[in-house]
């Protein structure tokens, strides 16, 4: 398979979210020359006529054939265009047992999904075209989530590279291996803020920042799609899950979620509007409630949000079986579910089985509006047509895939960029552990997790195949020859944790099984120890069962290490040898024991198939750490959902990011008595094997008038520029960002927020000076009317690498 071009915008200033966004180009869609007053601050009129989010959809003579077509067909016709099947491996409860293929001859399904492989999709595409009364083409979806046939690392640990290139890389390979696996449709990026590592879905999203979220979220629809859908590599994107998934009460999967419109908007919905932005061709509705109505059934969302506000043209589908799930949200029967999805702006019924049954009957006794049905079908033959499947639907069958040497490289340096060096303090006697010294006679590699290649490929690996991953021992020991000491040490779970997790698992059978012996974890933890002895420096790598713990229906209320993993980590620390610990999960864990105990620890999250090239690279100085944290790692579970950009309290406790008073004896705070306020690793934090410092920040205007703001719509009126340099001895890249604070606001705002971000490369001593632009995106929020808007205000201004930078400045914004 060719290389795919590596987005290239490391060395560029990203400014997320308008004309001058260097990372993406995407202009939002709050355009003037509407200019309203809007109570004590000014706020941008959407303007009619704007530019479509997808000129291919929009396109008049694509619409024409769509209405041509749309005009021949039975209302049987439309509604099955409407339907999706799942024909092959389930993601969710499946209890249809349907005759496919006369149902595809009828016209009465317009989707399938879990049918991959050319000869497995041409089987069904060719009764879809050449029996069919309307020859309409079928249109397959998949879970291409990190990678379709070359596994990459989860989106979590993409998200820690914080670099839209990577995402766009990873999104150009799904893409190709997907398209020729006769699959033009794949149900990623998935996009929703997580700020609570319960929720097992995390390890799929961007993390808990809306403004890092948006700029993925661009990069992976354009690195899906490239601007144009009828390319023979591109696939249509399926932004997933609108809207607030990732908000569910206690980080219980599937569970309601419930917040202020304020938030709703300029929080959660901000990464699905970039999406649209950048042209998402679908959308996927989600499980949980919103403020008490199903997502899946929310005008509000669905249609007055995504489609009047945004422009959307493309389709809706729901997710798995939620249409029917509608009935378990005590909304109404069947009939009344499957209409108000439909009318709310569901297109498409995921393994529902209610539109292809219950809709018609409705449309004839005059309950629901054909032209509803109509809007609906229009939509998905509009994405239809844009794929170029009435003209291509078949796929061309080749060659058996295998990771070629080309593909390795590729994800290896990936994979390098989403390493994060969480602490590296140094050792009395030997100095900092990484990288490692090319002194050390022996080296001892323990954990459950060194030789695991199915833990190692990540959840959700849907397509990907654990025999192409090479594991950290294999790589370690070709490295380290006889140097290499090696022990398990123990299992991934305990015989407790197997028995609780065999009654959810439907995906492969448990490792231990019912009647299997319990592993004698305490034996194989005195061999770990004994190993550890013999050597000068121990590399523990623990984490969880990314495939039973993590991703969908896969909530934890313990983050801790699972099994017997902490009781290993503490018998190997105690033998008093140098220990780094490798932490390989796809969610952040609570590492807190370890964090005072342990000098080194690396985050190496769930890393695909070049896990073990990876982590060599990092052990050894090849490349230098570079990842930044997404998401905040908890000092203990109770402070979950944690996250930087909390609103501030009229009682802010001591190490609150607030400039207003506070004491650290006073009880009456807003504090835990048990625990600090703060993350143990927070928002943005990474370490490297070089220093980096900060001169202070300044800004372009000390003053900017209002009418300026609003003046220059998406362009900069303030620049806020700042010098960083490498006061180590080795080259390195840092993330550099910057995060303001607007300190008088009509409704109150968050501590601090990201409104920029860089990631520049620095020889020793090297010196940059780095801009980053504000304008009115960076800059507004929304009010108490729900308008989004600038003030006159101060904004507050830090410049570092992480969330807890303290180079400061200010500027003001006046009347």
Same mark, same amino acid.
Request: hydrophobic share 40%; charged share 20%; glycine share 8%.
């Given at each position: 398979?060719?290389?795919?071009?590596?987005?290239?915008?490391?060395?560029?200033?990203?400014?997320?979210?308008?004309?001058?966004?260097?990372?993406?180009?995407?202009?939002?869609?709050?355009?003037?020359?509407? *200019?309203?007053?809007?109570?004590?601050?000014?706020?941008?009129?959407?303007?009619?006529?704007?530019?479509?989010?997808?000129?291919?959809?929009?396109?008049?003579?694509?619409?024409?054939?769509?209405?041509?077509?749309?005009?021949?067909?039975?209302?049987?016709?439309?509604?099955?265009?409407?339907?999706?099947?799942?024909? /092959?491996?389930?993601?969710?409860?499946?209890?249809?047992?349907?005759?496919?293929?006369?149902?595809?001859?009828?016209? +009465?399904?317009?989707?399938?999904?879990?049918?991959? /492989?050319?000869?497995?999709?041409?089987?069904?595409?060719?009764?879809?075209?050449?029996?069919?009364?309307?020859?309409?083409?079928?249109?397959?979806?998949?879970?291409?989530?990190?990678?379709?046939?070359?596994?990459?690392?989860?989106?979590?640990?993409?998200?820690?590279?914080?670099?839209?290139?990577?995402?766009?890389?990873?999104?150009?390979?799904?893409?190709? +291996?997907?398209?020729?696996?006769?699959?033009?449709?794949?149900?990623?990026?998935?996009?929703?803020?997580?700020?609570?590592?319960?929720?097992?879905?995390?390890?799929?999203?961007?993390?808990?920042?809306?403004?890092?979220?948006?700029?993925?979220?661009?990069?992976?629809?354009?690195?899906?799609?490239?601007?144009?859908?009828?390319?023979?590599?591109?696939?249509?994107?399926?932004?997933?899950?609108?809207?607030?998934?990732?908000?569910?009460?206690?980080?219980?999967?599937?569970?309601?979620?419930?917040?202020?419109?304020?938030?709703?908007?300029?929080?959660?919905?901000?990464?699905?509007?970039?999406?649209?932005?950048?042209?998402?061709?679908?959308?996927?509705?989600?499980?949980?409630?919103?403020?008490?109505?199903?997502?899946?059934?929310?005008?509000?969302?669905?249609?007055?949000?995504?489609?009047?506000?945004?422009?959307?043209?493309?389709?809706?589908?729901?997710?798995?079986?939620?249409?029917?799930?509608?009935?378990?949200?005590?909304?109404?029967?069947?009939?009344?579910?499957?209409?108000?999805?439909?009318?709310?702006?569901?297109?498409?019924?995921? +393994?529902?089985?209610?539109?292809?049954?219950?809709?018609?009957?409705?449309?004839? @006794?005059?309950?629901?509006?054909?032209?509803?049905?109509?809007?609906?079908?229009?939509?998905?033959?509009? #994405?239809?047509?844009?794929?170029?499947?009435?003209?291509?639907?078949?796929?061309?069958?080749?060659?058996?895939?295998?990771?070629?040497?080309?593909?390795?490289?590729?994800?290896?340096?990936?994979?390098?960029?989403?390493? !994060?060096?969480?602490?590296?303090?140094?050792?009395?006697?030997?100095?900092?552990?990484?990288? *490692?010294? /090319?002194?050390?006679?022996?080296?001892?590699?323990?954990?459950?997790?060194?030789?695991?290649?199915?833990?190692?490929?990540?959840?959700?690996?849907?397509?990907?195949?654990?025999?192409?991953?090479?594991?950290?021992?294999?790589?370690?020991?070709?490295?380290?020859?006889?140097?290499?000491?090696?022990?398990?040490?123990?299992?991934?779970?305990?015989?407790?944790?197997?028995?609780?997790?065999?009654?959810?698992?439907?995906?492969?059978?448990?490792?231990?099984?019912?009647?299997?012996?319990?592993?004698?974890?305490?034996?194989?933890?005195?061999?770990? !120890?004994?190993?550890?002895?013999?050597?000068?420096?121990?590399?523990?790598?623990?984490?969880?069962?990314?495939?039973?713990?993590?991703?969908?229906?896969?909530?934890?209320?313990?983050?801790?290490?699972?099994?017997?993993?902490?009781?290993?980590?503490?018998?190997?620390?105690?033998?008093?040898?140098?220990?780094?610990?490798?932490?390989?999960?796809?969610?952040?864990?609570?590492?807190?024991?370890?964090?005072?105990?342990?000098?080194?620890?690396?985050?190496?999250?769930?890393?695909?198939?070049?896990?073990?090239?990876?982590?060599?690279?990092?052990?050894?100085?090849?490349?230098?750490?570079? /990842?930044?944290?997404?998401?905040?790692?908890?000092?203990?579970?109770?402070?979950?959902?944690?996250?930087?950009?909390?609103?501030?309290?009229?009682?802010?406790?001591?190490?609150?990011?607030?400039?207003?008073?506070?004491?650290?004896?006073?009880?009456?705070?807003?504090?835990?008595?048990?625990?600090?306020?703060?993350?143990?690793?927070?928002?943005?934090?990474?370490?490297?094997?070089?220093?980096?410092?900060?001169?202070?920040?300044? #800004?372009?205007?000390?003053?900017?008038?209002?009418?300026?703001?609003?003046?220059?719509?998406?362009?900069?009126?303030?620049?806020?520029? @700042?010098?960083?340099?490498?006061?180590?001895?080795?080259?390195?890249?840092?993330?550099?960002?910057?995060?303001?604070?607007?300190?008088?606001?009509?409704?109150?705002?968050?501590?601090?927020?990201?409104?920029?971000?860089?990631?520049?490369?620095?020889?020793?001593? +090297?010196?940059?000076?780095?801009?980053?632009?504000?304008?009115?995106?960076?800059?507004?929020?929304?009010?108490?009317?729900?308008?989004?808007? #600038?003030?006159?205000?101060?904004?507050?201004?830090?410049?570092?690498?992480?969330?807890?930078?303290?180079?400061?400045?200010?500027?003001?914004?006046?009347?």
């Amino acid at each position: 398979m060719p290389q795919p071009e590596h987005f290239n915008m490391e060395a560029q200033t990203v400014y997320d979210g308008g004309a001058m966004n260097a990372c993406a180009n995407f202009a939002l869609r709050f355009l003037l020359p509407g *200019l309203l007053m809007a109570g004590p601050g000014w706020r941008l009129a959407l303007a009619q006529g704007d530019p479509a989010p997808n000129p291919q959809l929009a396109s008049k003579e694509l619409n024409a054939r769509v209405d041509k077509l749309l005009k021949q067909m039975t209302l049987e016709e439309k509604i099955g265009q409407l339907v999706q099947y799942s024909v /092959g491996n389930p993601t969710g409860p499946n209890e249809s047992h349907l005759k496919w293929d006369q149902m595809v001859e009828r016209g +009465e399904i317009g989707s399938m999904l879990n049918v991959v /492989g050319a000869d497995a999709t041409n089987y069904y595409q060719h009764i879809a075209v050449e029996k069919s009364r309307l020859h309409i083409p079928l249109i397959f979806g998949q879970d291409v989530i990190h990678g379709h046939r070359t596994t990459f690392p989860v989106p979590l640990a993409l998200a820690a590279s914080w670099d839209p290139g990577v995402a766009g890389t990873v999104a150009r390979f799904g893409a190709r +291996e997907a398209r020729a696996d006769g699959v033009p449709w794949v149900f990623s990026p998935m996009v929703d803020i997580a700020r609570d590592p319960r929720w097992g879905r995390i390890i799929e999203s961007n993390g808990e920042d809306p403004y890092l979220g948006s700029a993925l979220a661009r990069a992976w629809v354009k690195g899906y799609q490239q601007d144009d859908l009828s390319k023979p590599d591109s696939v249509a994107v399926c932004v997933k899950h609108y809207a607030a998934y990732g908000a569910a009460i206690a980080g219980r999967d599937y569970n309601a979620a419930d917040m202020s419109e304020i938030t709703l908007r300029q929080v959660y919905l901000e990464p699905y509007r970039a999406a649209v932005e950048a042209g998402a061709a679908t959308m996927m509705s989600a499980f949980n409630t919103i403020n008490g109505v199903p997502a899946t059934a929310n005008p509000f969302t669905l249609t007055q949000i995504l489609r009047k506000e945004w422009g959307f043209d493309g389709f809706v589908v729901s997710d798995w079986g939620a249409v029917g799930e509608l009935r378990n949200h005590a909304i109404g029967d069947d009939e009344t579910v499957a209409r108000k999805a439909l009318e709310a702006g569901v297109d498409m019924d995921m +393994e529902g089985n209610l539109y292809g049954t219950v809709i018609a009957a409705q449309v004839r @006794a005059g309950k629901i509006s054909e032209s509803v049905v109509d809007e609906a079908a229009r939509r998905v033959l509009r #994405v239809k047509f844009a794929l170029g499947l009435f003209e291509h639907p078949y796929a061309t069958p080749g060659p058996t895939y295998t990771a070629t040497p080309e593909d390795r490289e590729v994800a290896r340096k990936v994979t390098d960029e989403t390493f !994060v060096l969480l602490k590296n303090d140094p050792v009395e006697g030997v100095g900092t552990l990484l990288p *490692l010294s /090319g002194k050390l006679k022996t080296v001892a590699l323990i954990g459950p997790m060194a030789d695991n290649a199915r833990e190692l490929l990540g959840a959700w690996a849907v397509t990907g195949d654990p025999k192409f991953v090479i594991t950290p021992k294999t790589t370690l020991g070709e490295r380290l020859g006889d140097r290499l000491l090696y022990a398990e040490g123990c299992g991934l779970l305990s015989g407790e944790d197997a028995n609780v997790l065999k009654h959810v698992d439907f995906d492969r059978p448990m490792t231990v099984e019912e009647n299997a012996p319990v592993p004698d974890d305490d034996k194989t933890i005195a061999e770990a !120890v004994e190993t550890a002895k013999k050597a000068d420096v121990a590399i523990l790598m623990l984490g969880e069962p990314t495939n039973w713990m993590e991703g969908e229906a896969a909530s934890r209320v313990h983050l801790g290490f699972t099994g017997n993993q902490e009781k290993l980590l503490e018998a190997v620390v105690a033998t008093a040898k140098p220990v780094i610990l490798v932490v390989a999960a796809g969610r952040p864990l609570q590492l807190t024991w370890a964090a005072g105990h342990v000098p080194a620890i690396l985050e190496m999250w769930s890393p695909g198939i070049a896990a073990g090239p990876a982590l060599a690279d990092m052990l050894f100085g090849d490349a230098n750490p570079s /990842g930044k944290l997404p998401s905040s790692f908890p000092r203990a579970v109770g402070q979950e959902p944690l996250y930087y950009a909390q609103l501030p309290t009229g009682r802010p406790a001591h190490g609150d990011l607030s400039h207003m008073p506070r004491n650290a004896e006073e009880k009456f705070m807003s504090r835990y008595m048990d625990e600090d306020n703060s993350a143990l690793f927070p928002f943005g934090w990474g370490l490297s094997y070089t220093r980096f410092s900060y001169s202070q920040p300044t #800004v372009s205007r000390a003053e900017v008038p209002l009418r300026d703001v609003l003046a220059q719509g998406h362009g900069p009126v303030v620049t806020v520029g @700042a010098d960083v340099k490498n006061t180590g001895s080795v080259a390195g890249t840092e993330v550099v960002q910057m995060y303001i604070r607007n300190t008088d606001a009509s409704v109150s705002q968050p501590v601090r927020e990201l409104k920029g971000f860089t990631r520049v490369t620095l020889a020793p001593g +090297e010196q940059k000076h780095l801009e980053f632009p504000l304008g009115f995106d960076e800059l507004s929020f929304y009010n108490a009317k729900i308008e989004r808007t #600038v003030e006159p205000t101060t904004y507050d201004v830090w410049v570092g690498g992480s969330s807890v930078a303290d180079a400061e400045t200010s500027f003001k914004v006046v009347e």
